[in-house]
């Protein structure tokens, strides 16, 4: 057999060898597949159509075969030249919570000095519009945001007067915790279509562990009551977070988002920003985590199984990517990095920084990550000499032990995340939580889709339509 090899790596699970491909396709192969075709030695008729059709052989002239490569590139790296879609205002470290995870460095809500000037939002929202993005995502952020409805009404209205020339497509998301869900915040909401996250992280003893008040949880699923009353189920959505605590409970914390309604559940785990950075282990941590992870999937597959639709929300994102030739827009698996090219960063203070984490940084006197202020222009922010040194390290197709991993079409740069763990932008992969995690939860679904096709390939499917 006459053909040429395409880049690609691969890994082992039992008796079969996984390859992937650069394009992200992934190809289920006997073991000792890998060895055959290096040496060019007979394969399986059907493999070798197989290894042709996805890329990884080709037969005949390059050219015209890396034509269609390059295309198909392009589609999974689209998101670098739309611009920057996700713009975050953090519009105060004010705060009605007492998080013993708190990653934003939150005050006390009678802290009024520590919240974002007018002059600041003008700037910001203005700044926003300077990006070529056709599609602008407004979210607000704390503290907690919903203690400055002004702010928001302010931001919100000057977005809609500019945009009345410029016609890109908006989307307003506020960040809160529900506890502070005034008719004057509703009121914005349903006019202007904005759409509720908030943070739940499991029954009542966890989160109300988590949060630091006893309250806490009654006042947060009130407020999930009343939004999705007046905003409709839809337009909220919760997000998790995975406490030192909160790990030892996998099938309590799903259930409790299956009680509550919800569709789908993000298996989030902590970040090591703010108050987070005092977990004395993050080694264990992350073996736990695993776990967690693991045995909350398996239920989630068994609800599924029994006629329940539920997504696990990291797993759809990661399966987007396995699974389809499209990219997703979940800035913390980009390769070039999220940062910049999908988020950027208003600070209360009038600072912008290259994404949520890096301003977190900041709150501990490390401004590593700021581009500069609000009122620096855009070519100075986004191409300036920090954001040159940035682009250094944030693709992972260039990075020691990134550039040879498996799965590294699936995972991301987070130049962020290695500088605030170890000191280095560049990271070092052999002893990163980050990537310790992120491996262990690609190759578990692989896994799964390696030894358990005909049980979990139909529920994917249905997470992916």
Not at 134 to 140: A, I, S
Request: charged share 25%.
């Amino acid at each position: 057999m006459k053909y040429r090899l395409l880049p690609f790596n691969f890994t082992r699970f039992k008796e079969k060898e996984v390859l992937v491909n650069e394009l992200g396709d992934l190809l289920v192969s006997p073991r000792g597949t890998v060895e055959r075709i290096i040496n060019h030695e007979d394969i399986d008729a059907e493999l070798y159509k197989s290894l042709v059709a996805n890329y990884f052989l080709y037969e005949g002239d390059i050219p015209g075969t890396l034509d269609i490569y390059a295309s198909r590139l392009k589609t999974k790296k689209s998101f670098l030249g739309a611009g920057t879609a996700l713009h975050i205002f953090v519009l105060t470290l004010r705060c009605n919570q007492n998080c013993i995870y708190c990653q934003a460095s939150s005050r006390a809500a009678e802290n009024k000095h520590c919240s974002m000037s007018i002059e600041s939002m003008d700037a910001a929202v203005k700044l926003m519009f300077k990006s070529k993005s056709e599609y602008l995502t407004m979210e607000f952020q704390g503290g907690e945001p919903s203690l400055e409805p002004g702010l928001i009404r302010y931001g919100i209205e000057l977005a809609e007067q500019i945009n009345l020339q410029e016609k890109r497509h908006l989307t307003y998301v506020l960040c809160t915790n529900c506890v502070n869900l005034t008719d004057e915040v509703l009121e914005l909401c349903k006019r202007y279509n904005i759409v509720i996250s908030t943070s739940l992280d499991g029954p009542k003893f966890i989160h109300n562990h988590n949060r630091g008040q006893d309250s806490s949880y009654d006042r947060v699923t009130k407020g999930i009551e009343i939004a999705r009353e007046e905003l409709g189920k839809d337009r909220v959505s919760a997000l998790m977070t995975t406490s030192t605590f909160g790990v030892h409970y996998p099938i309590e914390i799903v259930n409790e988002y299956v009680r509550l309604g919800f569709n789908s559940i993000f298996l989030r785990a902590l970040n090591p920003y703010g108050l987070a950075t005092q977990n004395d282990n993050w080694d264990e941590y992350t073996d736990q985590f695993i776990t967690f992870y693991k045995t909350a999937f398996e239920h989630i597959l068994d609800i599924n199984k029994a006629g329940k639709f539920f997504m696990e929300e990291y797993a759809v994102i990661l399966l987007r990517k396995i699974l389809t030739p499209f990219t997703t827009g979940f800035v913390d698996l980009q390769s070039p990095a999220g940062i910049l090219n999908s988020v950027i960063v208003y600070n209360y203070d009038g600072n912008v920084y290259a994404s949520d984490e890096s301003r977190m940084l900041a709150e501990f006197n490390d401004y590593t990550f700021k581009l500069g202020k609000v009122t620096d222009s855009y070519e100075d922010l986004f191409f300036g000499e920090k954001a040159r040194a940035f682009a250094k390290v944030w693709s992972n197709e260039c990075l020691a032990g990134c550039s040879d991993c498996p799965v590294r079409p699936y995972c991301g740069a987070d130049p962020v995340r290695n500088y605030s763990t170890q000191g280095d932008m560049y990271g070092i992969r052999y002893n990163s939580a980050l990537c310790k995690k992120n491996k262990a939860i690609i190759e578990y679904l692989i896994s799964l889709l390696v030894d358990r096709e005909d049980e979990v390939l139909p529920i994917f499917k249905s997470w992916l339509s």
